[in-house]
């Protein structure tokens, strides 16, 4: 059977946390952004979230911190972790494992996948985007380690509100997005990897905000 994770903190030796898990201990469990000050800290108008965390649905409970990426620029982010800045880098040179989130999808028996997508909605209707809140999202494909190779993911961040912003994934990542027979990969996992940075418009927490994956197997 097909089953579809949200992953975050792809360690190097392997560990990680998945979001939507019951171990989270949180209803509903998903991401949370927030301020400078840590876990439930606003983060300012018309600025961008300075950390992440594992979140319940309406953002007033977290659990494990994850990798934060902050949009900087149209083609750069500010990577960090628990407040510690490292680098502000082109998102070309984002690694997987330092991207905000890992969607994972596995299968029993090996498949191929296509017309992957993923964007920000309101939680209701696909075609709306969020309430609120300006969420910027790019596509990492960087399977190094060294930020000083450039990886062939998204060029630029997008402003990703509804459907008709969606950012189409490429074909058959395979396992941790390796790709290594490109579009023809038959794989039992597929790994995608993203930026996520979002900038509140107006006071109060952002609840009419969600994202939506979707994606073909053959």
């Known amino acids: 059977?097909?089953?579809?994770?949200?992953?975050?903190?792809?360690g190097l030796s392997g560990s990680d946390e998945v979001i939507n898990q019951s171990s989270q201990g949180l209803s509903g469990s998903g991401i949370g952004f927030f301020g400078a000050a840590g876990a439930l800290a606003s983060v300012r108008l018309n600025e961008y979230q300075d950390r992440t965390f594992v979140s319940n649905a309406a953002g007033s409970a977290?659990?494990?911190e994850i990798d934060n990426v902050k949009f900087?620029?149209?083609?750069?982010?500010?990577?960090s972790?628990?407040?510690?800045?490292?680098?502000?880098?082109?998102?070309?040179?984002?690694?997987?494992?330092?991207?905000?989130?890992?969607?994972?999808?596995?299968?029993?028996?090996?498949?191929?996948t296509q017309n992957a997508a993923i964007y920000a909605y309101d939680r209701t209707t696909t075609s709306r985007g969020p309430s609120?809140?300006?969420?910027?999202?790019?596509?990492?494909?960087?399977?190094?380690?060294?930020?000083?190779?450039?990886?062939?993911?998204?060029?630029?961040?997008v402003t990703s509100s509804g459907s008709a912003t969606s950012?189409?994934?490429?074909?058959?990542?395979?396992?941790?997005?390796?790709?290594?027979?490109?579009?023809?990969?038959?794989?039992t996992q597929?790994?995608?990897?993203?930026?996520?940075?979002?900038?509140?418009?107006?006071?109060?927490?952002?609840t009419e905000f969600g994202l939506f994956f979707s994606v073909?197997?053959?």
């Open 72 to 79: 900087a620029h149209t083609a750069s982010g500010l990577i």
């Open 81 to 112: 972790r628990g407040g510690v800045e490292e680098a502000t880098i082109n998102i070309q040179n984002i690694p997987n494992h330092k991207s905000t989130l890992n969607i994972r999808f596995t299968h029993d028996s090996a498949v191929t």
């Open 132 to 157: 609120g809140v300006i969420c910027k999202v790019c596509n990492i494909i960087h399977p190094e380690v060294s930020t000083g190779v450039t990886g062939s993911g998204s060029s630029s961040w």
């Open 1 to 10: 059977m097909p089953t579809i994770e949200f992953r975050a903190n792809e």
């Open 167 to 187: 950012i189409a994934c490429h074909a058959s990542p395979g396992t941790s997005g390796l790709s290594p027979n490109t579009s023809s990969t038959s794989d």
């Open 216 to 218: 073909e197997y053959l």
């Open 62 to 64: 977290t659990a494990a």
């Open 190 to 206: 597929h790994d995608w990897y993203f930026g996520i940075s979002a900038s509140p418009q107006s006071i109060g927490s952002k």
